[in-house]
């Protein structure tokens, strides 16, 4: 095998990417949910990213006593540690692939990632901001 193969890279300059959408959960027990973010991870390049954008009309349509602040607060959480450093706590010191594994991990909490989806691109942050555009906004 090639090390281009090995590494995730096509002679093509692209490079597998992984993404998952984070999803708006207001009331866990209903299950009723809306995209807020993307998660995107392209371990060729260590690259970890998220985008987010909130919907409050969305939010508050589903559950009109919503946190708004509180979820607002969730999605910056994810952001943080995808920047990595010590305001991400313990997980900031993990590499890219780890935080992007956890912050995928399944859980039943007011944001939660939705699955794991896979692509090729030359631009890991262009492909996020793309991923917001067109599956969140």
């Known amino acids: 095998m090639s090390d281009d193969r ?5 002679s093509s300059g692209q490079d597998v990417f992984e993404y998952a959408l984070l999803r708006v959960v207001p009331r866990v027990e209903r299950g009723e949910c809306f995209n807020a973010g993307v998660l995107v991870y392209c371990r060729a390049r260590s690259f970890v990213a998220a985008r987010t954008h ?3 009309t ?3 349509a589903l559950d009109p006593d919503a946190d708004v602040a509180g979820v607002r607060a969730a999605l910056r959480a994810v952001e943080g540690v995808c920047a990595g450093g010590a305001a991400a706590g313990q ?5 890219a692939g780890r935080r992007f594994r956890w912050l995928v991990a399944p859980r039943s909490t007011v944001v939660q990632p939705g699955p794991v989806h896979t692509g090729l691109t030359a631009d ?4 996020a901001e793309r991923l917001l555009d067109l599956l969140v906004r």
Do not use: H, I, N, Q
């Open 91 to 95: 997980a900031g010191r993990d590499d």
């Open 124 to 127: 890991p942050s262009g492909e």
């Open 58 to 60: 969305k939010l508050l």
């Open 54 to 56: 909130l919907d409050e």
């Open 6 to 10: 090995t590494l995730g890279t096509r």
